[in-house]
């Protein structure tokens, strides 16, 4: 397990959770992963943060855990004991409990990117009501485990489900509806080069330092030229030029994607400049906005009949036409077309449905396609 553990990456939820950690929106991480990828993440943003493993914790005192740490419930890849099995998990049973106590009130919970499917589960559903909430995290549409299920839907417990999700794109939904910034190391990554320089301690004038020195003056010297050209757009160049404008037409598009923002004229303005570029992702960036606002309209067409309905449906298909016109191989936008014209077919008959049924199948072939 320790190789795969080693080669393991940080992905998009690590980097989101931490700047929530950082602004003060989440107080406690309890993992029931091994990995170190957190405390990276968290190191990413110069948090070091108070860190608990289970697997080898004795004894608690009266003092609460540290808010903003890291809590391994099941120890940690480096640790003397990996706790897994139902017997080595009864090596806590009495201390989880306890620690779960000291930290459950005054906060709303998240459980993402966990099944149920251990005993820390177990102690979950004996702390009783969460009174500020608790809200579990499918992955994308798919249902919990039935023992989860049944803990969710009990209205005693006050908690919700959320669906349509995986763990990367509910955290990013959550950044933006908290109106926060993008993580300054994917959005900003010189400047977030620089605050870890920062960090560095001067060094001596001294003759013997005198090579570290000056090595280190030019590293600060070039994080600072490459902050003027790739973030702030001071460049010279034609070629440096056309690259950092591509490069912030995809973060807008990006933005647009991750906060459902659907504005006509705006999309047709970055539409405009996105024809002037040979930029393969940027038109498949361009492709999935269409896409999405396609999904968006579809959504709204539940609990409508008649002409809206059929209108929000027409408005629908004209966003999956035009993201195939700029990805021609939009497998995905061929597919919601078709399921969503099998739809409005089944609210006609005869010859109009027939019509809309035939287009239904032409769509799901050029999916297959």
Do not use: C
Request: no cysteine; hydrophobic share 35%; aromatic share 10%.
């Amino acid at each position: 397990m320790k190789g795969y553990i080693d080669k393991a990456k940080i992905n998009v939820t690590h980097i989101y959770l931490a700047q929530l950690l950082q602004e003060g929106f989440v107080d406690y991480i309890l993992t029931v992963n091994f990995d170190n990828l957190m405390l990276r993440a968290l190191a990413m943003f110069n948090i070091f943060p108070s860190t608990y493993d289970m697997a080898i914790l004795k004894d608690l005192t009266t003092t609460t855990f540290k808010e903003k740490s890291v809590v391994y419930l099941h120890g940690q890849s480096h640790g003397l004991w990996l706790l897994n099995t139902p017997e080595e998990m009864s090596k806590v049973k009495t201390i989880i409990p306890r620690i779960f106590d000291s930290i459950k009130n005054e906060r709303p919970w998240i459980f993402i990117g966990y099944s149920g499917e251990d005993p820390v589960f177990e102690h979950i559903k004996k702390l009783g009501r969460f009174d500020n909430s608790l809200y579990w995290i499918t992955y994308n549409d798919e249902s919990p485990t039935p023992q989860v299920e049944r803990f969710i839907s009990d209205p005693h417990t006050n908690a919700f489900l959320i669906k349509g999700y995986d763990s990367d794109s509910f955290m990013l939904k959550l950044n933006s509806e908290l109106g926060l910034d993008q993580p300054r190391i994917v959005d900003k990554p010189f400047t977030a080069l620089q605050d870890m320089l920062q960090e560095i301690v001067d060094v001596d004038e001294k003759e013997h330092f005198q090579g570290v020195k000056e090595r280190l003056e030019i590293a600060k010297r070039q994080v600072s030229e490459a902050i003027q050209q790739y973030e702030l757009g001071d460049v010279i160049a034609d070629a440096n030029s056309i690259e950092i404008e591509i490069d912030k037409l995809k973060k807008e598009i990006i933005n647009l994607t991750i906060v459902k923002e659907y504005d006509k004229e705006k999309i047709m303005s970055i539409e405009e400049k996105v024809k002037g570029t040979n930029d393969n992702t940027l038109h498949e960036l361009l492709s999935g906005l269409y896409y999405n606002w396609g999904n968006a309209l579809n959504n709204l067409v539940k609990g409508k009949e008649g002409e809206e309905a059929e209108k929000l449906y027409q408005q629908a298909f004209e966003k999956y036409a035009k993201a195939v016109e700029i990805k021609p191989d939009k497998h995905e936008a061929y597919n919601n077309w078709g399921i969503n014209l099998k739809k409005l077919a089944k609210s006609k008959e005869g010859k109009e449905a027939e019509e809309l049924y035939q287009q239904a199948f032409e769509k799901y072939a050029k999916a297959s396609e």
